[in-house]
């Protein structure tokens, strides 16, 4: 699981209608906004690395979304990255080559 | 219970982000924040990637990383986190992280042509040793060489720095922030006479001018952008110009958008300088008082080899131009020459060279810059018409004239990796001096940085192949004899030639003149131009190359020999960004298997040699220099002896582990409870990181480039220091008295760097008083005429090719493209081109194509839309992704002066695959 808090600008004429496109982005949701300062603040779930940086680019790429910044990140149960690596690799029998170093 | 335990994250992460944007909190879920994180330890640190220098929290939990943020704290980013940010968590969790030594073996024995096997420290070690010898003994100092970084720890780079240049007294040690930024710091040098900026990131707030040229701000440094725009919505009367080559997503918010043609930045720029004269709008107090006028020799050729012995056949031509050039009709005007004449390189020797000239001359120089020239040589879209470019090159003079104006320009790599990359950042200056806008908030020329350390490390500690630390240069001898003495070594150890810089180093290893090669944190095999023969020299000649690596790239795959490193958060270090904001932090958790940090291994290998092996008299061909004989270094073991040294001392007693640094003592209390496996592996009781912070703040204290001590940076209130940090405040603005106490009192401003602070004096054409005369206190403002690139399209290469970032990889992509699903899931490089120059060759979007150039060729996926908007002619593909190997491409010219890439420009065609 990855989860992350965003802050979204936008111009204040916007906040209302970016937030409705905000929230039909999947995983997405609309915690907070201000108008007048035209600030959203969202947080996106997502399954994996890859499905969170393309949820960013979703709402970087919004109309009317001048700028989208990530504010905190948590991946605390993100098993397949954290555990990718053994927990034993002080001795040799427990290393391989990775695939792109073998010449073939 | 776990949808409930999902959304109480989520309420607990909207908390803090609402609470770094400033939008209340609710008091649920500010509990809900509390709740979540109280297991957790945060701590500070810094980004792992550009150089805009964020400051991140990062909250460990049972030895990992579970969460980083943005740190609120941060006058840099204020809490916030570009995408990038965002991977400082994952990066060192990555499937095919290297975590044990791997050797190539045959038999149980090195050989070039074995596969990798893992093999022990120990047995790395030995054979590194062994192929070190065998290379210095035949070779010298100059058989061997280091590929250093921008991303190297200020610590990390500090140590290579002695251990080469003190220990093996060998100046072939440059890093990759030489294709990054070093015609940055020649500009930085020749006009200031000192490096870095004057300015700093508040300078946004502060003007209501901002010009990016070459810069695409918006997807290469996102914080910096969202401070951009948050001033421009917030500030009716605040304007922003996008200089490009092609749109961009920084033209999303740019009120004014101007598209140029290659090269053509030096015309631009005169444009403007010949406006301001034109217009009386020159600041003659700021002028005659500050500044001085000056020029240098234009036929200084393209920074390629002068032969063309290692040249494909197909690269001839180009190649060629390194000799002669033919001057084409647009640089026969802009230089006051004649079309169609042959002028040979002369200046290639000495590229730098200058001298004082008059206003009138300065005036002379920028007269052929009428805005109906340089519009029709510079408009870069042929959909644009030339009337509508006229006028948006008269609203840039306007924006940079009108006096109720401040201006910042800001660029990055569109000038630095440029074939004038030195002349073309001396220009920007010029307009910012000439007006008088330059050191003030919100008033100056702002150069940003690519890497997290180019600043900080590469050039601060000076680990450049001319350079030594705090504006010393290797080649001035009171500069050697100051750093001999602070590292307490005899008067002539340290080697007075000028070592071979980045490319130079390929080179050298593709004629065979160096042998022996180590890489630390950096990726020269994919990221330097021309790359077809740096691998072909890297895996066919006899040499040996070392890669310290955490992921195997392009560069770990070419190697002899792999070191699995410690990543950034698994050691302690150090980072300076583009505001001269140093910043510091400590180990977070310990890194895996047998991976090391970079300084261990630089420790451990100079626990191998003896003072004996180098200080003895030494060979170096092309050695000449004041006080030494000729080709020679000299025997300075019995000076040494009188310092207290034994031949038998090794490098590591001698250089680092010194009795002063053993009493710099771990562990200390400065890490709060936090490891440091590097001082625990070395085990003799000694702080590497804090000892080589005190012997190196020497360096720079009372000269400019003054640090704080290293508690200071450690300290929880501290987000990182401005240099010079002077009574312990920091310094926000140079050479402006108010800000800046380096400046004499009653000065106002005062360009105080001393380096070419004496030059002849001359006219546009050359010198006529070789006596040098002093400008002390003062910045020159120089006249650079236009030059054509060194290879344009024609018949048979007919696009423009433009190489960079995107926004969600960074560099070569060794790191963010290992997290393993991005790896997978993230399309591969794509090349952007205009429609119809797709339509005119019969392709569409997602069409699979050639891309080649005289030297090489790769295959990529077409992309017509998207983030960015081609203009006819050119195409751009990004250098990321070693499956679209794009420096196969590339050319390998080099801006003259400061030997730095140019990744912007050369002649490609683009067929079906």
Partial sequence: ??????????????????????????????????????????????????????????????????????????????????????DDLDTLEGVSVPDALKDH | MQLSRREFIKSSIAASTAGVVGLPVSRLAAAAAAELEKDWKWDKAVCRFCGTGCGIQIATHQGRIVATKGDPDAPVNRGLNCIKGYFNGKIMYGKDRLTQPLMRLKDGKFD??????????????????????????????????????GQWTIHEGYAMNKLFKAGFRSNNLDPNARNCMAS?????????????????????????????????????????????????????????????????MSSDIADLEIVFKPNTDLAIQNYIAREIIARDAVNKPFVEKNCVFATGPYDIGYGMRATDKYAYPAEKDTQAKEVKVKLDKWEAIA?????????????????????MISFEDFKQGVEPYTLDFVAELAKGDPDESLDIFKNKLRQLADLYIDPKRKVVSFWT??????????????????????????????????????????????????????????????????????????????????????GSFYAKILRDLEDGSVKWAWVQVNNPWHTHPNANHWIRA?????????????????????????????????????????ERRTQQW????????????????????????????????????????????????????????????????SLYKALFATPENLKVKWPDAVAKGHDNHIATLLGDGWFPEKAF????????????????????????????????????????????????????????????????????????????????????????????????PAEQPDASYNLWLCTGRVLEHWHSGTMTRRVPELHRAVPAAVMWIHPTDAEARGLKRNDLVWIESRRGKVKVRVETGGRNKMVKGTVYVPFFDEGVFINRVTLDTTCPISKESDYKKCAVKVYKA
């Fill in chain 1, 1 to 86: 699981m990855n989860i992350s808090g965003i802050s979204v600008s936008t111009r204040p004429e916007w906040v209302e209608s970016v937030a409705q496109s905000l929230s039909a982005i999947k995983g997405v949701e609309v915690h907070a906004a201000d108008v007048r300062a035209g600030k959203l603040v969202v947080t996106l779930e997502a399954p994996t690395v890859s499905a969170e940086v393309e949820g960013f680019k979703r709402i970087r790429a919004l109309p009317h979304v001048v700028a989208a910044d990530l504010v905190q990140h948590y991946f605390e149960e993100d098993g397949e990255i954290i555990h990718a690596i053994p």
């Fill in chain 2, 184 to 248: 940055a710091v020649a500009a930085f040098y020749s006009v200031f006479g000192t490096d870095e900026p004057a300015g700093n990131y508040d300078d946004i707030e502060y003007t209501d001018t901002m010009v990016l040229w070459g810069a695409n701000m918006a997807e290469m440094h996102p914080i910096l952008w969202s401070r951009i725009t948050d001033r421009r919505l917030a500030h009716a009367n605040c304007r922003v110009v996008n200089l490009t080559t092609f749109r961009n």
């Fill in chain 2, 335 to 355: 230089q006051r020459r004649k079309e169609g004449d042959v002028v040979e390189q002369k200046n290639t020797a000495d590229p730098a060279r200058h001298w």
């Fill in chain 2, 413 to 498: 790599m569109g000038f630095n990796q440029h074939q004038r990359g030195t002349w073309v950042n001396e220009q920007c200056y010029m307009n910012h001096l000439l007006l008088g806008k330059q050191s003030m908030p919100g008033n100056g020329a702002f150069s940003l940085t690519g890497q997290p350390s180019a600043c900080g490390t590469a050039r601060e500690v000076g680990t450049f192949s001319h350079r030594l630390p705090a504006d010393r240069l290797i080649p001035n001898p009171q500069h050697r004899a100051e750093t001999e003495g602070y590292w307490k070594i005899p008067a002539k150890t340290l080697n007075p030639k000028v």
């Fill in chain 2, 586 to 649: 400590r180990q977070q958790v310990p890194p895996p298997g047998q991976a090391r940090g970079d300084l261990w291994q630089t420790l451990e290998f100079a626990k191998r040699f003896k003072l004996k092996d180098f200080w003895g008299a030494q060979k170096v061909p092309g050695l000449k220099a004041d006080g030494f004989a000729d080709n020679t270094l000299p025997d300075v073991m019995a000076d040494a002896q009188k310092l207290g040294y034994s031949p038998e001392d």
């Fill in chain 2, 693 to 788: 912070w005190i012997e190196y703040q020497q360096f720079g204290k009372g000269k400019g480039k003054d640090l704080a001590d290293f508690d200071v940076y450690h300290a929880d209130k501290v987000r990182g220091l401005k240099w010079p940090v002077v009574n312990g405040k920091e310094v926000a603005w140079r050479f402006n008295e108010q800000y800046d106490p380096y400046v004499t009192k009653g000065a106002g401003i005062e360009f105080y760097g001393k380096l070419f602070k004496a030059i002849p004096t001359g006219n546009l054409d050359g010198v006529t008083d070789p006596a040098p005369k002093s400008l002390a206190g003062k910045a020159k403002i120089f006249f650079r005429p236009y030059a054509a």
């Fill in chain 2, 112 to 149: 070039k042509k074995g596969q990798f096997v893992p093999v022990t420290w120990e047995q790395a070690f030995d054979e590194m040793e062994r192929q070190f010898r065998k290379t210095y003994a035949a070779q010298g100092p100059n058989g061997v060489a280091m590929f250093g970084s």
């Fill in chain 2, 538 to 578: 890297a895996r066919e000649q006899d040499n040996f190359i070392i890669v310290s690596e955490a992921y195997p790239g392009i560069s770990a795959k070419v190697a002899d020999l792999i070191l699995p490193s410690a990543m950034i958060y698994e050691k302690w270090g150090g980072y300076g960004n583009a």
